[in-house]
């Protein structure tokens, strides 16, 4: 089995949460427009897919896994993340298994650690990671959620390359540079997998000054200069989610554009930061 590199991801994944429910399954969930909005993206050219095994407990596994029962696996790049509560050695070894046949799969093409815990070592998992990549049951690695001091562990103690550190950052929420994680990975090569990057739909209409201005320069929508200023930067690129044919278009065209290095410095010191209510890498 051919492993993964960087090279191999492109700026743009499709993720699943909500996709059956959030942390439960639930069970008036519209399956088939989440099948269905899987389709869009590969039929669009989006062939990466990352989901997880807390979202909906495991039935996104299971809808993602319906929708490319069909596909051409070897044409699509799957990721899904083990639980934080599965972080132990024995514990993402065995629920890599299931992850595999919920998603109706003979292996993954990134495994992802979804979060670190304070009770298992960093070292610990990621060797976990490395052994499951080892046994042909994933083409690469990645983490999420991880902070600068858990980055360095991890970076210190792994023996594959690992792909990205899956982050929570947009334009509002600034943690992972004030942490410094964003310029270690840049430094070691790793990129940074924005999620939210759209704040939950708050940067699709903002009224803020500084982004209608700049998108007024690029005649776009704020929405699309939100996520062009994350792909712009060295080593960014997003994870996001739309069931909209016109959104998805709409999002394609705002990460094929380039904002001016001076454009991504200004919004970087002008634009309003939320101070969260939680450390969300640790």
Not at 143 to 166: C, D, R
Not at 182 to 192: G, H, R, T, V
Not at 244 to 268: P, S, Y
Request: aromatic share 8%.
């Amino acid at each position: 089995m051919k492993l993964l590199t960087k090279s191999d991801l492109k700026k743009y994944t499709l993720g699943t949460w909500q996709f059956g429910g959030k942390m439960e399954r639930d069970s008036a969930n519209d399956d088939q427009a989440d099948i269905d909005a899987i389709h869009m993206h590969i039929d669009s050219g989006i062939n990466q897919i990352f989901t997880a095994q807390n979202y909906a407990d495991g039935w996104a596994e299971k809808i993602v896994g319906e929708a490319i029962a069909y596909q051409d696996r070897e044409s699509l790049l799957i990721s899904s993340a083990i639980r934080k509560e599965h972080s132990s050695y024995d514990d993402m070894l065995k629920s890599i298994e299931d992850s595999l046949k919920r998603l109706r799969t003979d292996y993954l093409d990134i495994v992802v650690h979804h979060a670190p815990i304070p009770e298992v070592p960093i070292a610990e998992s990621v060797k976990a990671l490395n052994e499951i990549v080892d046994r042909g049951l994933a083409r690469g690695l990645a983490v999420s959620n991880y902070n600068s001091k858990s980055m360095e562990e991890a970076i210190k103690t792994t023996k594959h390359e690992i792909l990205f550190n899956q982050v929570y950052y947009n334009l509002f929420v600034r943690e992972v540079e004030e942490d410094g994680v964003l310029e270690l990975c840049q430094k070691n090569d790793i990129y940074i997998q924005a999620f939210r990057p759209l704040e939950l739909g708050e940067l699709t209409s903002s009224d803020i000054v500084i982004l209608n201005q700049v998108a007024k320069k690029y005649s776009v929508t704020p929405s699309q200069i939100a996520l062009s200023w994350l792909t712009s930067q060295d080593g960014v690129i997003i994870v996001t989610t739309t069931h909209d044919k016109e959104h998805l278009q709409q999002n394609k065209e705002a990460i094929e554009l380039k904002l001016d290095g001076e454009d991504v410095e200004k919004l970087r010191k002008s634009f309003p930061v939320k101070k969260l209510d939680k450390n969300w890498i640790r």
